[in-house]
């Protein structure tokens, strides 16, 4: 005898735990210093979310991006999914603990957000960039990955947490066993 489907009360747990991933991602391309972006050389120029450096060895310059409107706004939109994020996640848990199915689409609805919120911020950062500081060859760093690592996970578990509703019974250990073949 063969069991079909997924095991979903393991979604209790999956779920709140990809979150958290996503929450670590973000906030590791928020505080990222080493840059989001770097020359060709990687010696020469770098800037992250908040400032960019230039020079050589020792002797670096830095100066804030903040001083853009379009660096501001990267940056509110990446605290602000950040933050309803972390409000995503605390209303995942007490959905999950509780199997109260009606939070979960809440949850993906708030996911779906970071997500929009997240990508604008993710397609803003480079036009920009090209725009108005580009001087040659750059290429996006692990930090600036690990944002859309963020958003990609959030967009997957909010597809998975506006779906599950419909398997509240199997979240519950309440539905019953399926066989693919039985005998008589």
Known sequence: MFRCGIAYPRCRWIMPLLLVFAIIFDIIAIAA??????DED???HYASMWEQC???NDQWYC???????????????MIIGLLI???????????MCQINIGLMPVTGG????VVVLQIIALIIYPVKFNEE???GQYYYTWAYGFAWGATILCFGCSILFCCLPN?????SGEAKVKYIFTSS
């Open 110 to 113: 708030l996911l779906l957000i």
């Open 42 to 44: 990687a010696r020469s």
């Open 167 to 171: 398997y509240e019974e199997h979240l």
């Open 54 to 56: 230039r020079g050589r």
């Open 85 to 95: 994020l972390i409000v995503a996640f605390i209303i995942a848990v007490l959905a």
């Open 33 to 38: 210093q080493s840059g989001w972006v770097e």
């Open 63 to 77: 100066s804030t991006l903040m001083e853009f409107s379009w660096a501001q706004a990267v940056a509110a939109l």
């Open 133 to 135: 500081i580009f001087e």
